[in-house]
């Protein structure tokens, strides 16, 4: 069974690089969410039920039940498809990415979800230069050396993907955490920066608690644990796999 990396947004696969360099098993596979790095279908709609769709087929691909890794939009994607399709995922680790009531979503989120104010961010985004791009996700909490690939990878196709999935979402955790709450456990870890600035530490506790799995918490990391704590990352997955 292979382990499945499911990234977030506004990131591409290469955000999970060096994660895959501290795995030692062989059958990682990484998705890439159409329109991030690659070119969406003809017609893609870019909802969050259509994330969740397309990921559901992916995994139904795979012909067995996979040890699914996620991270922001791809943890939230993931408790959806786990919830729908208990029967495709043997393990879950996930992080970044709360699917709950409670949560409210952060400003920039808020701006994406707003007609016109989102237009008007991610066309001032696309308008600068990507050394100037990326020192604001640097500003937003990215570190540099990630920040730099995300600058590279934004275009008009994952700005327009960007908006209509968060504009899908406005309400994602009243109409998903009951699933959720609902689902069959399997072996969960739940990964938290302690200075994450979009999602405090109390959701991703009521998320270990709602997956009945361990929350490992990173001092001194952001958002992106896979990213800033490799090594800590793999050795708990591979504990999970065992």
């Not at 955000?15 to 990484?30: F, I, K, N, S, T």
């Not at 104010?117 to 100037?132: F, K, N, T």
Request: glycine share 8%.
């Amino acid at each position: 069974m292979p382990a499945v990396l499911v990234h977030g947004v506004p990131d591409t696969t290469r955000m999970w690089d060096p994660l895959r360099a501290e795995l030692a098993r062989d059958d990682v596979e990484v998705l890439a969410l159409p329109g991030f790095g690659n070119a969406a279908p003809a017609g893609w709609t870019a909802t969050k039920e259509a994330y969740a769709g397309w990921l559901e087929d992916r995994l139904v691909a795979f012909g067995e039940p996979v040890d699914l890794v996620a991270h922001d939009w791809g943890a939230i994607l993931a408790q959806r498809v786990a919830s729908v399709r208990p029967d495709l995922v043997r393990t879950i680790a996930v992080g970044s990415g709360p699917c709950d009531e409670t949560y409210t979503w952060h400003p920039m989120a808020q701006a994406w979800q707003t007609p016109e104010v989102g237009e008007q961010i991610v066309e001032g985004m696309l308008a600068l230069p990507a050394a100037d791009l990326a020192a604001g996700l640097v500003g937003g909490g990215a570190p540099p050396d990630l920040a730099a690939l995300q600058a590279d990878a934004l275009d008009a196709e994952m700005a327009r993907c960007i908006l209509a999935l968060y504009r899908s979402a406005v309400t994602v955790g009243a109409e998903w955490q009951p699933g959720v709450d609902a689902m069959p456990h399997r072996p969960a870890v739940v990964f938290h920066g302690a200075d994450d600035p979009y999602v405090a530490r109390e959701f991703m506790a009521r998320m270990a608690a709602r997956l009945d799995g361990r929350l490992e918490v990173f001092d001194g990391c952001g958002h992106w644990w896979a990213w800033e704590r490799a090594p800590q990352v793999a050795a708990a997955l591979t504990d999970l796999w065992r």
